[in-house]
């Protein structure tokens, strides 16, 4: 089964498996417009366009405290992602962004993926989280 047993951990970019999450990740991102998923990405788009993306858009962001990257993860790698946007105008910080939740196509719809949207919301530790990607979680 592809999501048993499955974490939900927060990406820390400066630990040692940094190049393999990348891996993981840009194969999520990959994968999601390729299976119809409207992530603000069109075809043609490549591993290498979904690397790019994650090195030069959301690292910077998450080194910089600005963005958290909670990733879903088993025995097989990173089967999903959520980034919350935490740089916010000062009179909002009780409020995130969620951008990007993504999941491999195979581990869709499964009940535990709502527990990642839960981290998110708990992760975040602000009164409300924007964005439409949440909804129902």
């Known amino acids: 089964m592809l999501l048993a047993p499955f974490s939900i951990e ?7 498996p940094a190049d393999q999450d990348l891996d993981g990740l840009s ?4 994968a999601a417009p390729h ?3 409207s992530v603000s990405f069109i075809l043609p788009f490549s591993v290498a366009d979904a690397r790019a ?3 030069a858009t959301v690292l910077p962001g998450v080194e910089a405290g600005k963005r958290a990257v909670l990733l879903a993860r088993n025995e097989r790698g990173i089967v999903g992602t959520v980034q919350l946007i935490l740089d ?10 969620v951008a990007k939740l993504l ?4 581990a869709r ?3 535990a993926v709502r527990d990642r949207c839960a981290r998110a919301k708990a992760r975040a530790g602000y009164d409300s989280i924007q964005g439409t990607a949440l909804t129902g979680c």
Do not use: K
Request: charged residues 20%; hydrophobic residues 35%.
């Open 35 to 37: 299976a119809g998923a």
């Open 109 to 111: 719809r499964h009940p």
């Open 88 to 97: 916010t105008p000062p009179n909002q910080r009780h409020r995130a962004e």
């Open 27 to 30: 194969a999520v991102l990959h």
């Open 103 to 106: 999941v491999l196509p195979e």
């Open 53 to 55: 993306f994650w090195r």
């Open 10 to 16: 927060e990406w820390q970019p400066g630990s040692a």
